[in-house]
DNA sequence: ATTACTACTAAACGAGTAC
DNA sequence: TGTACTCGTTTAGTAGTAA
């Protein structure tokens, strides 16, 4: 989790970016900064003080003015920030959404899904995990997590393919992806079959959740769900 | 200018965003996002008073969970540090470099050739003044200055073409938009003539800058030259 | 000119708690 | 559960000034 702290320092260094010190060396005197950032001579140097402790600027101070270089670690701090908001305002939806549901226990049949080699082996490679055999199923009651739900349909999802064998046919079932009660990263599932209606959550995990997260029947469970994939 | 305050409100719209809050309504309660920052609850609720305070969210609360939407104005608010952002990444150069220098008399050359109708002509469309008819000429003494003078030239510019009267010619001026002395805005022009080399500014603005800016000859001047166009 | 220390002030933070 | 108040503590910010 990125501190308050460093957020401080990032405003900092893109003002010094802005003054010219991005992919070059620029003189940039402390007063000059604190001016720019208005705050004082005494707590800019000590922002530089704290960055070039960092490692995030490099320095060489001379009485004539001070020449400050960003570091790439620093750059790759403001990539970063730049691509969280790139895709937040180049998209017209939320990273993730958050939903909240009570643990229910199903019909067993997600586990018989879950089994069929053809599905697994699409979410070891479209996810990056063995599904444990088993879902673990949460019935959303509020208004607003079942309206979210519903929201989730537009967003792009992962998407595993149906197929067929002897006895019947599987249909297509959409993923996205999740992390659940906070810790553990899973996925959402969707329409393996239409038993359910959009106030239920539909989860799996590499792991079995009950266990992993301690759930019984009737607990309360956040699953936050990705909506970029 | 910004002041810090701001920057710290809008980590939290960021994280408000991350969250679900962007483009639309999300449950996010005070015990959450102070977790997701890693601050303390009272601290979190602290803060979406105050954004709510500035009109940047809009919030429903209940004992249920609290609604939280990001507003319009917030959203521009992000969107402007996205574009700063952008410019900076994208580009492989500065938005900015900053060039101090000590004012001189010159031929009064300058004079003359924006006295030229086509050239100030030009100037009012591209850089949207009617340029004062004369230059400000400032030396550059530092190696740091010299060396940053050159880097300018392969940095895109405003080009003023040149022309032909009947007596000479007149070649291709480059301009960059500059801020003078902290305060006036004007422009740097180049290669008006080949007089003076990459250790001499040539200024021009709106007024005259040796009156608007108080300067006499050696008077030294900071001269912030903006690299995007 | 600079930078940055010390000593102080102002602001932000969070524990406890009421609602 | 929730939110948000008071109030003591911690942290950030500045003035003065030395180097």
């Given at each position: 989790m990125t501190d308050k702290q460093e957020w401080q320092y990032l405003y900092v260094l893109l003002k010094l970016a802005d003054m010219g010190a991005y992919k070059r060396t620029a003189k940039i005197s402390t007063e000059y900064l604190a001016t720019k950032l208005g705050i004082s001579q005494q707590t800019a140097s000590r922002y530089l003080i704290e960055l070039e402790h960092k490692g995030w600027i490099k320095r060489d101070i001379s009485p004539a003015g001070s020449l400050i270089k960003i570091e790439d670690i620093a750059f790759r701090a403001l990539q970063k920030l730049y691509a969280n908001l790139k895709l937040l305002i180049e998209?017209?939806?939320?990273?993730s959404v958050t939903l909240e549901g009570t643990v229910f226990t199903g019909l067993g049949e997600g586990a018989y899904y879950i089994s069929k080699e053809s599905y697994s082996k699409q979410i070891m490679e479209k996810l990056g995990f063995e599904p444990f055999p088993g879902t673990l199923n949460l019935k959303l009651t509020s208004d607003y997590d079942i309206k979210t739900r519903m929201d989730l349909d537009v967003y792009p999802a992962l998407e595993v393919m149906g197929f067929q064998n002897k006895d019947r046919s599987f249909g297509l079932v959409k993923c996205y992806p999740a992390i659940i009660g906070g810790k553990v990263k899973g996925a959402l599932v969707t329409a393996?079959?239409?038993?359910?209606?959009?106030?239920v959550l539909e989860l799996i995990a590499p792991v079995c959740l009950r266990k992993k997260l301690g759930l019984k029947d009737n607990h309360k469970v956040k699953v936050e769900i990705s909506t970029v994939i």
């Open positions: 998209k017209s939806y939320p990273p393996l079959r239409s038993h359910y209606d959009s106030s």
